[in-house]
């Protein structure tokens, strides 16, 4: 009987935790050739985890390897869809995972919650990312970042999300 318990137990939390687990957005050939063009020249592999807000508004790129990450997290990319090509709204440079997608907004956008560590700071926190009506602030160590505690919103990126390798453009070495 403990033996039909414990595997009860564990099919059902394997079952919530896929339950729970986003898809990755399929792959788009005009983010890959975005991001082609962005790592051209970069040294040693990029790799990538991108997630679309849930009102297909935004994209955002987080951007691991040695081009891109530093002692105080790795490149955040916030992208807009105009037509058949991707525009950057924002770079934000020191951000690790998760990234989270903030309930409260700024400018008609929602804020975008990053977490900060290394580089310096000690003690890790969550800070909101505003936007100024034109791009995301790049850097949430300072203003008009804040330091914020238990706010509302969703994982659009994890910590433990295993990215995508970037392919060089077959027609590259």
Request: proline letters at 9%; one cysteine or more.
């Amino acid at each position: 009987m403990k033996t039909i318990a414990v595997t009860a137990a564990l099919a059902l939390g394997l079952w919530a935790s896929l339950a729970n687990a986003q898809t990755p957005p399929p792959e788009d050939p005009a983010l890959t050739a975005y991001l082609r063009d962005k790592a051209q020249g970069a040294m040693g592999a990029t790799q990538y985890t991108a997630a679309i807000t849930p009102d297909g508004e935004t994209t955002l790129v987080y951007l691991t390897g040695p081009n891109w990450c530093g002692s105080g997290g790795c490149q955040l990319l916030v992208l807009s869809r105009e037509g058949d090509a991707y525009v950057s709204i924002g770079e934000i440079s020191v951000a690790r995972a998760p990234i989270r997608l903030l309930e409260q907004q700024t400018h008609g956008r929602r804020d975008l919650g990053v977490y900060v560590a290394g580089g310096g700071v000690t003690e890790g926190y969550e800070a909101a990312v505003p936007f100024d009506g034109r791009r995301y602030a790049s850097n949430p160590t300072v203003p008009p970042a804040v330091r914020v505690e238990d706010v509302p919103g969703e994982t659009l990126i994890r910590a433990d999300e295993q990215g995508r390798l970037l392919e060089p453009a077959p027609d590259k070495p």
